[in-house]
């Protein structure tokens, strides 16, 4: 049993309330929530500093990992007191359960009261994982109008991409390209999504592209040795397939297995 807890046991409210914080501070959150469990049930009324205490145990169940109970005292306290810092680790939660629906309704809830370019950052991400690709275009161009943003940008031209406008997609990688041509993730999407349409001659232009950048990029000479392998040229596709596992892909095993092993 913590010291506090012990030396709590004829201790004010407030002073208990302290010696949780503390102990939440020092990510002691077993310690933090003996405490405001034992504050809670002494609380005569539910008024504010009721509802205060209940999203600290709140955070004290989350930072412990027990996401049902953190989200049933934090649900409570934004029924009755709602905040940005509740709501926020709210979304915290969500987002730790794969709750994307969820995350979603907060999130445009708190965007509509505040449009927070962090928060919209942050919806765009959950519009992805939903598959809400025109949803997130929107988001996305919207951000693009405050300052350009190399990531932003790329993932721009996947929406395009999964929203069958290829052309358009590669006119937002080659947009990327030209502002930040060190930005090495435009390359392997752009490689990865035209190697998924068997373009392989226009993947091959932005994996080379990318392996002037970063040669020894373990993903961009795998892609290499992938694209290689369909276009028929293995020994080529041989030694690139090498050095990427060399360079720590495990996916290449199975390729020089099949391809350049023999089989064996």
């Given at each position: 049993?913590s010291p ?6 004829s ?8 010696m949780a ?6 990510q ?8 405001y469990?034992?504050?809670?049930k002494?609380?005569?009324?539910q008024?504010?500093?009721y ?8 955070f ?6 027990k996401?049902?109970?953190s ?6 306290v934004?029924?009755r ?10 979304l915290s ?7 994307f ?5 907060d999130?445009?809830e ?10 919209i950052?942050?919806r ?7 598959e809400h690709y025109?949803?997130?275009?929107r ?13 932003l940008?790329?993932y721009l ?9 290829p ?12 502002n930040?041509p060190?930005?090495?993730?435009t390359?392997?999407t ?11 001659d226009?993947a091959?232009?932005?994996i ?6 970063e ?12 694209a290689l ?10 030694s690139?397939?090498r ?8 996916d290449?095993?199975d390729y ?7 089989g064996?």
């Open positions: 049993m506090f807890f012990v030396s709590a046991q201790t004010s409210p407030a002073a208990m309330e302290v914080d503390t102990l939440v501070a020092r002691d959150y077993q310690g933090g929530l003996d405490l469990n034992k504050i809670l002494q609380s005569k009324k008024d504010e500093a509802y205060t205490v209940l999203y600290k145990r709140a004290a169940y989350f930072g412990l990992g996401l049902d109970e989200l049933t005292d934090v649900s409570q934004i029924t007191y709602p905040s940005p810092q509740a709501s926020l680790l709210r939660i969500y987002e730790q359960q794969q709750n629906e969820a995350q979603l309704k999130l445009n708190l965007i509509s009261e505040n449009p927070d370019p962090y928060m950052r942050w765009t991400s959950v519009l992805f994982q939903l025109k949803e997130a275009q988001d996305i161009q919207f951000l693009l109008t405050g300052s350009e943003d190399s990531e940008r790329l031209g996947v929406t395009y991409y999964y929203l069958n406008r052309d358009s997609a590669i006119l937002q990688f080659d947009k990327v390209i030209a930040d060190n930005f090495i993730q390359y392997v752009a490689g990865s999504m035209l190697m998924e349409d068997g373009q392989y226009a091959m232009k932005y080379s592209l990318g392996l002037r950048q040669p020894a990029n373990a993903t961009l000479l795998f892609y290499k040795g992938a392998i369909e276009m028929k040229e293995i020994d080529k596709a041989c690139c397939l050095k990427a596992f060399e360079a720590g892909m495990d290449a095993a020089l297995k099949e391809y350049c092993f023999g064996e």
